[in-house]
């Protein structure tokens, strides 16, 4: 296994959560991973967004590896226990694409299914445009083709109120003072305020207050929207010739479900499921189900 195994203290999985804690060198940086699964198997890799950590996927890792899957879930760079560039030009999209074909190939795989929510569905959009050889299948949940959003932004009002935190993100210092303060109080208050009540645990949450106080972790993560605002890049082509399944929820509070559909315009092979109960935390709010659906379009 490629890797050397993480830390005892820092890298512990929670009970009943499959798989070791490894740590990965690529793409100039160190990733923390947990990898479960037979070593043979296909490569699906699992990308959290903003504010989460591995763990987003905790509960996709069982029924991924017993469907055959060798299932690989990164700390993307800046996140939790992987390593913090201090640039803010570090955490430019195609270099988070990067580390995911990165890490594929460190893993001795030329190709993987990849998966992403949020900030994660984000980076698996590049990965498919900007290296479709590396990109199997791709499942992008909560989060639309990025040319959907970005011309949804310049047309919708809209969708700028919605997305107004993008801009709170670019000022200096001021984001961390305020999402750090009373134990990250506003970010804790922000996800439970977002899902469906009882979606995370105090017992959740205190894994992302951990995570979130890694040293360098909450500018590191904020550093995601502030070189997407600085680069504004635009895919290196639009069409996404992978089979492609958007993932999102009827109760979307951050992005107009509107975009699911039209996302799916650019893919050769696309297809939208919606989750009538859901919010944009749906792999939480219907861990099963969606990991189910994922496994099914896998093996379609």
């Not at 195994?5 to 793409?27: H, M, N, Q």
Request: charged letters at 20%.
């Amino acid at each position: 296994m490629a890797g050397e195994t993480a830390e005892r203290d820092a890298g512990a999985l929670p009970a009943g959560v499959p798989g070791d804690s490894v740590y990965v060198e690529t793409d100039g940086v160190r990733l923390h991973t947990v990898q479960a699964g037979p070593d043979d198997g296909p490569l699906v890799v699992l990308l959290h967004g903003f504010p989460e950590f591995w763990y987003a996927w905790h509960e996709a890792i069982r029924p991924l590896t017993n469907a055959g899957y060798r299932v690989v879930v990164p700390d993307q760079r800046g996140y939790n226990l992987s390593d913090k560039p201090p640039e803010v030009r570090d955490y430019a999209i195609d270099e988070l694409a990067g580390d995911v074909v990165g890490l594929a190939s460190e893993l001795g795989y030329d190709a993987a299914h990849v998966v992403g929510h949020d900030w994660g569905a984000a980076v698996a959009w590049w990965t498919a445009l900007a290296y479709p050889d590396a990109v199997d299948h791709l499942v992008a949940a909560a989060v639309p083709h990025p040319s959907v959003f970005r011309r949804t932004l310049q047309q919708s009002w809209e969708q700028r109120f919605r997305s107004w935190y993008m801009g709170f993100f670019q000022l200096p210092k001021l984001p961390e003072s305020t999402l750090s303060a009373g134990n990250y109080r506003l970010l804790a208050r922000s996800m439970r305020k977002s899902s469906v009540p009882g979606t995370f645990t105090p017992a959740d949450l205190d894994r992302y207050r951990e995570a979130w106080s890694q040293p360098g972790a909450l500018t590191a993560m904020i550093n995601w929207y502030r070189a997407a605002a600085r680069e504004r890049p635009t895919p290196p082509n639009e069409r996404v010739g992978q089979p492609t399944l958007v993932l999102w929820g009827a109760g979307e509070p951050f992005l107009n479900k509107s975009m699911a559909w039209r996302s799916v315009d650019y893919c050769d092979d696309g297809r939208v499921h919606l989750y009538d109960d859901c919010t944009h935390w749906l792999h939480h709010e219907q861990p099963v189900a969606v990991a189910e659906r994922i496994v099914d379009f896998l093996g379609e």
